[in-house]
T-cell receptor, first 111, second 112 residues
């Protein structure tokens, strides 16, 4: 069954604003990853956060992880039109290796 | 210098045909995967290969068979194609446990 669910399903913001996407999952994880998918393209790995980490940064990206609530958030600061894409969270379950993907958030950044 | 390359990018075929999708990675990664993305954008793992050994085989019909001639290649062969097989198929590779995946650009399969 599907491991993660993301919220919101779609998000539309103005360029320069911040975008926050949330991911909830169901079982114990080894790590959680965020990916971006531009329309008609493959997925691009953005950031990985391990179960013993609470926050990670990469450029304009900030990811948090709350294992007690089984949730994660992805914050994109100072959004740009080029950030328009679908964003997926994916989890690696404890003791496993393959990724289970969430439902995705469709982000539209309006110039 | 594409890291993970898939061919073909588009594939249109009739029901009942047999087709293959090829995947190659030049990253020296040990593990390769096949994922299926349906019309609702949901991604589901199909297979993974680690050093030419199948280590995951989810509930995928046996019409689908992965073939790995070497560590850099993981091809997907599909027999007796059905309408429901229409989807985008992604190949991916991974350096080791605890690292991110590198995805190919996908193969859009349409069965008519």
């Amino acid at each position: 069954s599907q491991q993660g669910e993301e919220d919101p399903q779609a998000l539309s913001i103005q360029e320069g604003e911040n975008a926050t996407m949330n991911c909830s999952y169901k079982t114990s994880i080894n790590n959680l990853q965020w990916y971006r998918q531009n329309s008609g393209r493959g997925l691009v790995h953005l950031i990985l956060i391990r179960s013993n980490e609470r926050e990670k940064h990469s450029g304009r990206l900030r990811v948090t992880l709350d294992t007690s609530k089984k949730s994660s958030s992805l914050l994109i600061t100072a959004s740009r039109a080029a950030d328009t894409a679908s964003y997926f969270c994916a989890t690696v379950l404890t003791g496993a290796n393959n990724l289970f993907f969430g439902t995705g958030t469709r982000l539209t950044v309006i110039p | 210098d594409t890291a993970v390359s898939q061919t073909p990018k588009y594939l249109v075929t009739q029901m009942g045909n047999d087709k293959s999708i090829k995947c190659e990675q030049n990253l020296g990664h040990d593990t390769m995967y096949w994922y299926k993305q349906d019309s609702k954008k949901f991604l589901k793992i199909m297979f993974s290969y680690n050093n030419k050994e199948l280590i995951i085989n989810e509930t995928v019909p046996n019409r689908f068979s992965p073939k790995s001639p070497d560590k850099a290649h993981l091809n997907l062969h599909i027999n007796s194609l059905e309408l429901g097989d229409s989807a985008v198929y992604f190949c991916a590779s991974q350096q080791g446990q605890g690292s991110g995946y590198t995805f190919g650009s996908g193969t859009r399969l349409t069965v008519v």
